[in-house]
């Protein structure tokens, strides 16, 4: 089975860092992403991993451990369009699997 | 590019009808999935297809069934709907889903059935 789990809300003050942790158990494992969703809107890619480590994309990097099963979504300098859900999801066998996602709030 | 196109983009039905819903992946993507979304259960993963071919299913009964055509555009079915099918449906491409491959979604469906 799949278990992905990330918290659900986190609030932060705008120009500010948050970290949004997900761990997963799922049964195979061919790459994880974020996606970025605003209320009423479809998810929008942010970042794809699938070696252990970093990758940066501007104000967005994403981590990830395939031995603890642990990734983390940053977002630095934050700003007021930020406040959305975010999601993990897991790839595997062409299917992908999401956890229930994590809602910021960027106050000003 | 286009992006992913789904229609309707708004439906209500009945209890007992069947619907189906339309979505037209970005060009020269071949792989198409569907997704169930709603406030309770979050994302769901519905089925994946890819040259007219389903390769995986989520566990929702075989009540939802789907289909893709020969140019890749991609139909999904649900029949004998029921109160708990109101959800936002979401469809989503990518080139071939061959593992890194990154899926993009369409705007969705949203399905109210009372």
């Known amino acids: 089975g799949q278990n992905i789990d990330q918290p659900t809300e986190m609030t932060a003050t705008e120009g500010a860092i948050v970290q949004i942790n997900c761990t997963y158990q799922t049964s195979g494992f061919n790459g994880l992403f974020w996606y970025q969703q605003h209320a009423g809107e479809a998810p929008t890619f942010l970042s794809y991993?699938?070696?252990?480590g970093l990758e940066e994309k501007g104000r967005f990097s994403s981590f990830l451990s395939r031995s603890k099963g642990y990734s983390y979504l940053l977002l630095k300098e934050l700003q007021m369009k930020d406040s959305a859900s975010y999601l993990c999801a897991v790839l595997n066998d062409y299917k992908l699997s999401f956890g229930a996602g994590t809602t910021v709030t960027v106050r000003a | 590019k286009a992006g992913v196109t789904q229609t309707p983009r708004y439906l209500i039905k009945t209890r007992g009808q069947q619907v189906t819903l339309s979505c037209s992946p970005i060009s020269g993507h071949r792989s198409v999935s569907w997704y169930q979304q709603t406030p309770g259960q979050g994302l769901q993963f519905l089925f994946e297809?890819?040259?007219?071919?389903?390769?995986n299913k989520g566990n929702f009964p075989g009540r939802f069934s789907g289909r893709q055509f020969s140019n890749s555009r991609s139909e999904m079915n649900v029949s004998t709907l029921e109160l708990g099918d109101s959800a936002l449906y979401l469809c989503?491409?990518?080139?071939?889903?061959?593992?890194?491959?990154?899926?993009?979604f369409g705007p969705g469906t949203r399905l109210l059935v009372l």
């Open positions: 297809y890819f040259s007219e071919t389903q390769r």
């Open positions: 989503a491409s990518s080139l071939s889903q061959m593992y890194q491959e990154t899926q993009y």
């Open positions: 991993n699938v070696l252990d």
